[in-house]
């Protein structure tokens, strides 16, 4: 990109990077997109993007070289990006002034391209049972909904899971909530969208366009509500989920289809002593457990479609009508 806006996409030839000490070169096989992607490409975010800029964060590939020093990884090892360079672990970096958003993709150069030279620290080992493609979709998505539920909610077996969607992270959390042994609703507006999900191991689906997914919640829990709630949509939406949940319950910010500013009712948040948390997908020693956990477990992105580059504005275009899980571009 030379500038923002979709049709300042252009493919263009570079020199292969050389990895510097401490950095590897990876060639990478495949990139799996997320919503940021497309508001980082047609308005910004707000983020200092440096021109030519490369969008996309999460990427699968396979060392080339590394530069002196590493020792995390060898030629030949399969490898993930991480969405946030530099959280290790524990809280993430920033102040209350300026909180952390120092992602691929955004601050940093994005892995769209056919080889990337960055730090080892910003990697992690592939999942050895999946395939590209597959592992692509875990630095963003898949963590996303792993911080959420694992690390910050400690989901359980004889829980309520709610989630709002069918779109990466909302699968990624249908099957981690499964793994877990918690029962799992899932809320669409399409049939077809939720009779594939029953396929994935909901336990319920829920038609919003056809009833009020509130009063649909209380039925099938019978009256209690959700424990865990993923919140996908954000701006008003969140009142929703504030109603739906349990006493106690606990909500994961996570999208923002419908804007960044959210609101809620005081009055149920405080009175079912319900804990809303932001989620800004996680660390690298989370995303280390989850790919520990997928070859455990043997989970299976659902991913709607692959693209190549050199259809990346179609890629897009399925990305603006809402895919079932995940879509992957392809990069040979």
Sequence with gaps: ??????????????????PRPGELLVKVAAVSLNYRDKLVIEGGMGLPLVFPFTPGSDLAG??????????????????????????????PLGSGRLPP??????????????YVAFPEDWFVRAPSSLDDGEASTLPCAGLTAWFALVEKGQVHAGETV????????????LQIAKAHGAAVIV???SAEKLARAKALGADHGIDRSSEDWVEAVYR??????ADHILELVGGAHLEKAVRAAAIGGRIYQIGVLEGFDVAAPAGPLMLKNVTLRGIGVGHRRALEDLVA????????????????LADFSAALDHLDRGPFGKIVVEMA
């Design 101 to 114: 958003y120092r992602t691929l993709g955004g601050t940093y150069a994005g892995v769209l391209a056919e």
């Design 293 to 308: 956990a997928v070859d455990r477990i043997g989970l299976k992105p659902a991913i709607d479609r692959k693209y190549p």
């Design 220 to 225: 099938l829990t019978a009256d209690d509500g």
């Design 62 to 91: 396979t060392v080339q070289a590394v530069g002196d020093g590493v020792t995390r990884f060898a030629v030949g090892d399969r490898v993930i990006s991480t969405f946030a360079p530099g959280w290790i672990d524990g809280t």
């Design 162 to 173: 709610l989630i709002e969607g069918t779109g990466g992270v909302a699968l990624f959390g």
């Design 1 to 18: 990109m030379d500038g923002i806006g979709r049709d300042r996409l252009a493919l263009t030839d570079a020199p292969i990077p050389e």
């Design 187 to 189: 809320v669409s507006g």
